[in-house]
Structures are given as C-alpha cells and as structure tokens.
T-cell receptor, first 113, second 116 residues
Framework: AQSVTQLDSQVPVFEEAPVELRCNYSSSVSVYLFWYVQYPNQGLQLLLK??????LVKGINGFEAEFNKSQTSFHLRKPSVHISDTAEYFCAVSPYNTDKLIFGTGTRLQVFP | DAGVIQSPRHEVTEMGQEVTLRCKPISGHNSLFWYRQTMMRGLELLIY????????DSGMPEDRFSAKMPNASFSTLKIQPSEPRDSAVYFCASSGRDSRASYEQYFGPGTRLTVT
C-alpha cells in the first residue's frame, strides 16, 4: 500500500519570500510523483511531475521539486512567492502498476503582502 | 481542447432524492476517475475506469453510490438515496497512458453537491 504525508496543513509566508512545502511518501513499489495546485473553487491543476531522470524537476509558475529516494521525499519549493500563489497544494504518488493517484491531505499556502 | 467537462456545477437537493453527476473526459483519454473532496476526509478516489471498464471501486462509500461509463466520452455518478453526509465537491478526472499524456490526470471543475 502507498501513503502520502504532507506535514504542514498551513504555511503562511510573506510575498517575495521563499517557501518549501514538504511531502513524504511510503510505498512498497516504485512510484511516479506529482504536485497539484487547487485555487479556490477550482479543480486541481498539475504543477510538476517526476517520472524518471533528473531528480530536480521544474514546473509551472516558478515551482520546482526534488525527488529524494533515500528519504522518500518530494518537497516543493519556490524562491520567491507571489500573492497569486495562495492556494491548496497536493502531493500525490502513482504506483508504476496502476493508474491510481494517492493524494496527501494538502497544504494551504497563504501569501501575505 | 475543452478539458474535462462536468455538470451540473452546483446541485442542491433534499435528503432521499436521487442525484446524478455527469462527466465528459478529454477526447482520446482512456482512464476516468471520480473523486470526492470534503474538509474532513480530503480528496478521496471513489472509482476509476479504464477503457470504459470499472477497475477499482473500493472507494465507493456504500451501495447508494453507483457509477457507469457507457462509452468513452461519458460517465455518470449516481447517489440514490442521497443523504446530508454526501455533501461534498465531486471531481472527475481523465488521463491517457501514452507518450502525450505521460500519466497526468486532468481534473474537471467539480460539482458542488449540497444535500439538505
């Protein structure tokens, strides 16, 4: 079985500050890794994904994440946040042998001016 | 591409009534997923189809919930009878395991269901 842990339910930060949203997972099989963003009253939108290759992946809106296999982590980072980054962020894994996505509980990023 | 289309966007109904949620996946995608999102339980996978066949319905809460996919371009999620605890946002997503889609799931805008 797989599980995803997002340790921080809320992360407040001031505009232009850096931010890191943490994600750890457990799985008995290899997985693909994803970060999705959900703006208020909208569906989820893919930010970035790790399938293979370089462990540092870059996504939309200036976000990036690094896959660390030994620590089973996939933390999301942005060097300078904007007010418009205020949203809910979900980490998810998909086992190689299935189409399913297993989501974490989400982290609410609140950016203040 | 129009993306994943869901209807209705909002639904308010009384306890005991039948509710049908509809989803049109992205053309060419062969997998379709139904999720439920609540404050208490977060985002839960209810059921998913591959090539119109239900593959995993272990997330369907109980017999009051049923889902169908009669063809590649349409799916329904039905709740009969509905209860107040079914109030949630229901998302449909689709994906295609080919080089173009690369395992990404594309989400619809959701249906906000309120059962009074």
């Amino acid at each position: 079985a797989q599980s995803v842990t997002q340790l921080d339910s809320q992360v407040p930060v001031f505009e232009e500050a850096p931010v890191e949203l943490r994600c750890n997972y457990s799985s008995s099989v290899s997985v693909y890794l994803f970060w999705y963003v959900q703006y208020p009253n909208q569906g989820l939108q893919l930010l970035l994904k790790y399938l293979s290759g370089s462990t540092l992946v870059k996504g939309i809106n200036g976000f990036e994440a690094e896959f660390n296999k030994s620590q089973t982590s996939f933390h999301l980072r942005k060097p300078s946040v904007h007010i418009s980054d205020t949203a809910e962020y979900f980490c998810a894994v998909s086992p190689y042998n299935t189409d399913k996505l297993i989501f974490g509980t989400g982290t609410r990023l609140q950016v203040f001016p | 591409d129009a993306g994943v289309i869901q209807s209705p966007r909002h639904e308010v109904t009384e306890m005991g009534q039948e509710v049908t949620l509809r989803c049109k996946p992205i053309s060419g995608h062969n997998s379709l997923f139904w999720y439920r999102q609540t404050m208490m339980r977060g985002l839960e996978l209810l059921i998913y189809f591959n090539n119109n066949v239900p593959i995993d319905d272990s997330g369907m809460p109980e017999d009051r919930f049923s889902a169908k996919m009669p063809n590649a371009s349409f799916s329904t999620l039905k709740i009969q009878p509905s209860e107040p605890r079914d109030s949630a946002v229901y998302f449909c997503a689709s994906s295609g395991r080919d080089s173009r889609a690369s395992y990404e799931q594309y989400f619809g805008p959701g249906t906000r269901l309120t059962v009074t």
